[in-house]
């Protein structure tokens, strides 16, 4: 058992949450019991989990809300919740079919804050035909939660077997629109500087209609596919090659980042690579296919979809995610989430 106390660093998507909910949670877990149905579980620890029934798949995914403000530039917390659970379902490959919320409020809570959140939620849902299905809905004490707190369960459908994230040695990372949009949002929100940074805005929205056709028709040169939430970029790709003996090359200037988004953040001493976004995938696909898939997401809407690095052998650097600088050099790409609470 832990000895240490809990730190917000272990919520920040990186090393240290995937330390707390392997160890902690995973780890009891046996064996047999990580999966079922002839699907996939905590046994890979994916951004969703699936289930085989006949010849077909039932995927799910779950997530929670507390990002404060709760309302910003772009979206608020209903809109956030919605979008973030369906977008976990697209990376998987899976069409979503029905959504599930549950709603923990604080005593005291205007109700037309209420109103807004729940509708902005079931606005995503209504415009990407998805189901609500059920849910729940808990009052706290004043005091014992900060106004409000949105969890969502998400179920999707697939003919084909989910993605599960495992990229090939000479893929292509495609990353489908400009990164660290949500974090850069959040942090200025929560800083206060939204005033004098009025270009930056969260790029929460749902990637149904845009990414998931374009991942349905190319599934079988997919090998990894990931929404890059806490953690950013840097994140989703030193997960995919931990404890694995590839590398990813990143060269840094194909990597999409608004000139709003990249001077707040360099105003403020933080990689792009490692702030979230709400609103991206990141693909890794089979070279062979990889121009065409980027134009086929130009197409859909995503044009700003590029290429942005490959999955290498690097035995001296095996593990690891390395970046090209505009110079020409490499250097480390490590996972250093931007320790922001209630990002998302």
Not at 173 to 198: D, M, R, W, Y
Not at 254 to 261: G, L, N, S, T, W
Not at 315 to 329: C, D, I, N, S, W
Request: aromatic share 6%; hydrophobic share 45%.
């Amino acid at each position: 058992m832990y000895s240490r106390k809990v730190e917000l660093l272990h919520g920040a998507g990186g090393l240290e949450t995937f330390e707390v909910v392997s160890k902690l949670i995973v780890a009891r877990v046996p064996d047999a019991l990580r999966r079922a149905m002839n699907g996939r579980g905590v046994d890979v620890m994916d951004d969703g989990s699936y289930v085989k029934v006949g010849d077909s798949y039932l995927v799910f995914t779950s997530d929670s809300y507390t990002v404060n403000p709760i309302f910003f530039p772009g979206g608020d917390i209903g809109h956030l919740a919605a979008s973030g659970v369906l977008n976990d379902l697209v990376v998987m490959g899976a069409t979503p079919v029905a959504f599930m919320d549950n709603i923990v409020v604080e005593e005291g809570l205007d109700l037309d804050v209420l109103d807004r959140v729940v509708e902005s939620m079931l606005r995503v849902l209504r415009e990407n035909n998805v189901a609500l299905i059920g849910g729940d809905f808990k009052v706290m004490p004043r005091g014992s939660v900060d106004k409000i707190v949105v969890s969502g369960f998400g179920i999707g459908v697939s003919s084909y077997e989910p993605i599960i994230d495992y990229p090939k040695v000479g893929d292509k990372v495609i990353v489908t629109g400009p990164i660290a949009e949500h974090g850069s949002t959040i942090l200025a929100a929560q800083l206060g500087l939204l005033e004098e940074n009025k270009g930056l805005k969260s790029d929460s929205r749902p990637l149904v209609k845009t990414v998931l056709p374009v991942i349905q028709k190319y599934r079988p040169y997919i090998s990894a596919a990931r929404d890059p939430t806490r953690g950013g970029l840097a994140g989703v790709l030193n997960e995919w090659v931990y404890g694995r003996e590839v590398s990813i090359v990143v060269d840094r200037s194909e990597v999409p980042v608004r000139d709003e988004v990249r001077g707040f953040l360099e105003a403020m001493g933080v990689d792009p690579l490692n702030v979230a976004s709400e609103g991206v995938a990141v693909l890794s696909v089979d070279a062979s296919v990889a121009d065409e898939v980027v134009r086929e997401l130009a197409r859909a809407g995503e044009r700003d979809a590029r290429i942005v690095g490959e999955v290498v052998e690097m035995p001296e650097l095996k593990g690891r995610v390395v970046a090209r600088t505009e110079v020409g050099g490499l250097v480390l790409v490590s996972s250093n989430p931007l320790n922001l609470p209630r990002i998302c």
